[in-house]
């Protein structure tokens, strides 16, 4: 674009040139004859304007041959000087001169760039917009006018960060930008050196990197679609056949969050029937067998049977499944699977699908609107628990717990896990499986039960069963094994063995996952009050 400015400039200066030189060539060529009526440089310069205009008054007129040859270049050249003006009028309101215009009378707001526009951008973009009715929304390429336009305001300029970043001269926020689509951080043009300018980038990954030193922040569309699920749609107490067809990187989230989270009681017999590529995903988490019946349903404990056979051929299965699970990664494979499974087969559980694309009478999950939204992309709603989690350890522990911010991946792993079961531990606790989020008055209800119930041993005793059952489960997806003393970089831990073979102490070390829910309510209240602001601080603060 810069390029294009010093084009016209230099045409503008070529032309002004030519203009004086005939100019003057007209001024002393016909101001030596008398019976002309240009003596004076305004005289030349009012017959020029009149020329070129095409307006002719013929109250001067060159009289001299030379004159007239002047004359008659200004005459040929009058219309083409006319179709220049034209033209740069209509490319400077065409172009990106008056997104620029209105770029630099707003710099005091907030701009949040996209170097895409695609459905995930449009999607974000408009959730950001119903947040903030002032953002000023940029995508970083020419619009293509086949699509549809925008139903927001925003500009489009095909310019790269850096030159954002200029335009807006440090001026309010920092600038914020968003990678769309998958690992666009290392294959973008536009993501070329975002490492070194003052802005926060919000990449989509495949990867299980949360951030990199400094401003880049990662964010996970599978994880959050996986997390989001097992919110909303939790398992009952009596659901113990459950199939998951698809094992793409939604598969993969799904399982790995049901792993994590799906802890109802402790002598629980869940069964999960997985059909897809297992084979990568038994290789990378060989320990899973240390929790789960592998490929049997097992007699006591949850299990995990990777299917060989494709799922066309498990009548059997489907007709028995509590709960099927639709979740292949092409939304198009996914609807054509649910349909074959609608018209063939026998179903006397629930059928759901992962898509994007709503339809009445399908129970549906992962839509772009449920996952591109701000509070999610910008990890102020699913981790809001995870980090009141880590802060009541910053208090119990000062000086042995870093702020969230400063947490490695598992470590960060480990408080979403745990802080995801709150919900289950609420759940249990007030006997209604519906409860949606960690609500502080409600965090408060559930502590007063586990008071109440953990005065009786056998209750006290299974309290203590779930929560090891949570952590060891977390620990073996995690590929930690058992060790005399804990050793975080060969994942050894002298607790990772089975419930009975525990210590008093280590038993008694359970209690305190469920003694958070009464100082969890407390902080809840204050760092949802006050979560907006702290991520304000957190963009504006010096790496």
Known sequence: MKKNHRTLFAAVVIAAILYIILLFALLTVESAD????????????????????????????????????????????????????????????????????????????????????????????????????????????????????????????????????????????????????????????????????????????????????????????????????????????????????????????????????????????????????TESFQKVHPHLKDVFSIDEEGRTGDSLIFHSKSWEESHEIIARANRIIVCDDSVDRGWHIYWQLKRYYVITGRLQLRTNRCAKGVDYFGTDEQIYTAREVLKTALNEAAIAVNELYRKTKPGKTLEWRQLDDFLKESKIAQADHVLIKMRILLDYAYIREVDSGLCAKAYWRYLTMSRHPLALEEYRKLEHLRWMRFYAYNNWQYGEKRDSVRKLHPMYVPYEQLTEQQKQERDNAWHLLEPLSGELQYLVRDMKERFLIEDNSNE
Not at 150 to 175: A, Q, T
Not at 197 to 226: E, K, M, W
Not at 233 to 249: A, C, R, T
């Open 34 to 277: 008398p019976a002309s009526g240009i003596h004076t440089l305004s005289d030349a310069f009012w017959y020029t304007i009149v020329t070129i205009s095409t307006v002719g008054y013929g109250d001067v007129t060159p009289v001299t041959e030379t004159g007239r040859h002047i004359g008659m270049i200004f005459l040929i050249f009058s219309m083409g000087i006319y179709l220049t003006l034209i033209g740069t009028a209509v490319s400077i309101f065409t172009s990106e001169a008056i997104p620029l215009i209105y770029l630099s009378l707003n710099r005091e707001k907030d701009w949040y760039y996209f170097a895409d526009f695609g459905v995930e951008s449009n999607t974000l973009a408009r959730d950001i917009v119903r947040e903030d009715s002032d953002a000023i929304i940029i995508f970083g390429e020419k619009r293509s006018e086949k699509g549809e336009a925008p139903d927001y305001s925003c500009v489009f300029l095909n310019i790269s960060p850096k030159y954002i970043v200029e335009r807006k001269k440090g001026k309010g926020r920092r600038v914020r930008v968003f990678l769309m689509q998958e690992n666009d951080i290392g294959r973008n043009p536009h993501a070329f050196g975002l490492e070194t300018l003052p802005v926060v980038v919000y990449a989509r990954t495949q990867s299980g990197q949360d951030s990199l030193p400094g401003n880049i922040n990662f964010f996970h569309s599978y994880d959050c679609c996986a997390r989001h699920y097992w919110i909303d749609h939790p398992l009952d107490f009596d659901e113990q056949q459950i199939v998951l067809i698809g094992f793409g990187d939604y598969g993969r989230a799904l399982l790995k969050r049901a792993i994590m989270t799906n802890v109802l009681y402790s002598t629980q017999r869940i069964v999960y029937h997985i059909f897809g590529d």
